[in-house]
């Protein structure tokens, strides 16, 4: 091996370890435990969908139970919906804004309204302090595709056929 290519194989080597590293510690979520084999999920939409503009989303859950914010129960915790977004820092609570959604009510289900074009969905769930648990319980991203909103029909009420009655004499 010649130093050049030692060198390039040391580097590569550093950039998959801290690579690895930065994502073990990404891994890790708030101080709440999540139970092994917790799990999010979109119930219905696939990675690729279409999408109308406006669309309900319904989340799923497994091994674990819907709570609102600020209700400690174990195992328990609600949802997020991350659009057009990348993951928050899983050790802080999870902001909210426009591509951050919070369902502290304990919603399962969410109506949006998407513009047109491409977007990102993903699931996060939250504890009481919209903290991820630990380890995170996340669904992956999928992508999605809004269509242009069809504008209706216009639809022509059907024309009569009048008979002519003649009137007058005989």
């Not at 801290?18 to 890790?28: D, F, V």
């Not at 969908?49 to 129960?73: C, N, Q, W, Y």
């Not at 969410?110 to 699931?123: D, I, M, R």
């Amino acid at each position: 091996m010649n130093p050049t290519a030692s060198t390039v194989a040391l580097i590569c080597g550093a950039v998959v370890i801290s690579g690895l590293a930065w994502a073990q510690q990404n891994e890790r979520g708030g101080p709440t435990p999540s139970p092994p084999g917790a799990a999010v999920h979109f119930v219905g939409l696939n990675d690729g969908a279409k999408l109308p503009t406006r669309v309900t989303i319904r989340f799923g859950l497994r091994d674990m139970g819907v709570a609102p914010a600020g209700l400690e129960r174990a195992n328990s915790g609600h949802h997020h919906l991350l659009i057009d977004t990348e993951l928050p820092p899983l050790d802080k609570p999870i902001p909210n804004d426009f591509n951050h959604l919070h369902f502290g009510a304990g919603q399962t289900e969410a109506e949006v309204t998407l513009k047109p074009g491409p977007h990102t969905l993903q699931l996060l769930f939250g504890d009481k302090d919209h903290v991820p648990h630990n380890p995170p319980v996340m669904s992956p991203r999928i992508r999605v595709v809004v269509a242009e909103p069809q504008p209706p029909k216009a639809t022509v009420p059907p024309t009569r056929k009048y008979k002519r009655i003649r009137r007058g004499t005989r």
